[in-house]
């Protein structure tokens, strides 16, 4: 099983998003952890709370990647916006101090949220516990 990495914003890297929407894969989120992707052939694979009905996800204990199929992987990339409703994308920034942090940003109202602050509330839903802001 190869590992769940990616390189943020990479259109070579077969499992970050940017390569998804290169090769002219549409997402479509539905809510945090459930979208419809559709490929350039129209085949629909639909990923809900971050499982996918995909070949890969069924016939390998929920795909190549560690367990995920690059469909998950993307659906963990995006997340909705607080704010506008929009579909945040997971980005890279370099702080005031040099180092690269990970945030969500939204490219229709420019909300961000720490990438740190979202596994949080995304491991609190998968637990069944209250979010906290």
Avoid at 3 to 16: I, K, N, Q, Y
Avoid at 100 to 124: I, L, Q, S
């Amino acid at each position: 099983m190869k590992a769940a990495t990616f390189a943020v914003g990479d259109a070579e890297d077969r499992l970050s998003v940017a390569h998804a929407m290169r090769e002219g894969y549409k997402l479509t989120l539905d809510e945090d952890g459930c979208a419809e992707i559709v490929k350039p052939d129209g085949t629909a694979y639909h990923v809900r709370n971050f499982a996918c009905d995909c070949p890969d996800a069924q016939r390998r204990r929920g795909g190549t990647y560690a367990g995920h199929c690059k469909h998950s992987l993307w659906v963990a990339q995006l997340r909705p916006c607080d704010l506008c409703g929009g579909t945040m994308a997971l980005g890279e920034f370099k702080t005031a101090f040099g180092e690269t942090a990970r945030r969500f940003e939204c490219p229709v109202c420019g909300h961000a949220k720490a990438f740190d602050a979202v596994k949080a509330e995304r491991r609190a839903h998968r637990h069944g516990q209250a979010v906290t802001a």
